[in-house]
């Protein structure tokens, strides 16, 4: 199982780091993706970090702001959102598969979000 979690209010220009915890499974054999959906629109892939440790973006509107890293002891995987803007709203979920390609297919272990909302 997966859960997200880190979220909350913040400013545009602000900063977040969004967890994704693992039990039950481990998660540096496996690509870990982040994923998002706002509000009335479709779910999103955002970023995904492979079994290997490289990062992998899934959209380029979080180039530059977002970025992605594994910590193995303690098997999370974590989401670093700087500069935000109002476009990030949205609730996160974190998700598995064997490659980023296919957690961006097929993701698994899908766990409940964690919302973050950015203020103007």
């Known amino acids: 199982q997966l859960q997200a979690s880190g979220g909350g209010l913040v400013q545009a220009g602000g900063s977040l780091r969004l967890s994704c915890a693992a039990s039950g499974i481990t998660l540096h054999y496996y690509a870990t993706g982040w994923f998002r959906q706002a509000p009335g629109k479709e779910r999103e892939g955002v970023l995904c970090?492979?079994?290997?440790?490289?990062?992998?973006y899934y959209t380029d509107s979080v180039k530059g702001r977002l970025t992605i890293s594994r910590d193995s002891a303690r098997n999370t995987v974590y989401l670093q959102m700087n500069s935000l803007i109002p476009e990030d709203t949205a609730v996160y979920y974190c998700?598995?598969?064997?490659?980023?390609?296919?957690?961006?297919?097929?993701?698994?272990?899908w766990g409940q979000g964690t919302l973050v909302t950015v203020s103007s």
């Open positions: 970090i492979t079994s290997t440790g490289n990062s992998i």
């Open positions: 998700a598995i598969h064997s490659t980023c390609m296919e957690t961006l297919r097929s993701g698994r272990s």
